[in-house]
């Protein structure tokens, strides 16, 4: 009953910029962690960035100080600024969610939700 929805991939050169997005939408009641994984081909998922609803962050090693996250709570919207990036930046990216949302009037706590994923090409 909720609904990721993400934009903002594409092509970009080496040091080049995106900002990806991503709002939720459908049965929220409220949203605690949203963030961004990443996933190379023939490499496992990873977590490149993520945001607590009071705006705590957390990123990987690996794109401290080229990206940044951010978020609206009152638009249910997570972004994912990246900037200088690096061919090994290529990757699906996708954005996740947890929280809890309300279904006729029945509360669900500790849901998750992924989003189907934007493709991030870095090359020139």
């Known amino acids: 009953q909720v609904q990721l929805e993400e934009s903002g991939g594409g092509l970009v050169q080496p040091g080049g910029s995106l900002r990806l997005s991503c709002a939720a939408s459908?049965?929220?009641?409220?949203?605690?962690?949203m963030g961004w994984y990443r996933q190379a081909p023939g490499k496992q998922r990873e977590l490149v960035a993520s945001?607590?609803?009071?705006?705590?962050?957390n990123y990987a090693d690996s794109v401290k100080g080229r990206f940044t996250i951010s978020r609206d709570n009152a638009k249910n919207t997570v972004y994912l600024q990246m900037n200088s990036l690096k061919p090994e930046d290529t990757a699906v990216y996708s954005c996740?969610?947890?929280?809890?949302?309300?279904?006729?009037?029945?509360?669900?706590?500790?849901?998750?939700?992924w989003g189907k994923g934007t493709l991030v090409t870095v090359s020139s």
């Open positions: 459908g049965s929220i009641f409220s949203i605690n962690v």
């Open positions: 996740h969610a947890d929280g809890t949302t309300v279904v006729a009037g029945i509360y669900y706590g500790g849901m998750v939700y």
């Open positions: 945001i607590t609803r009071g705006g705590s962050t």
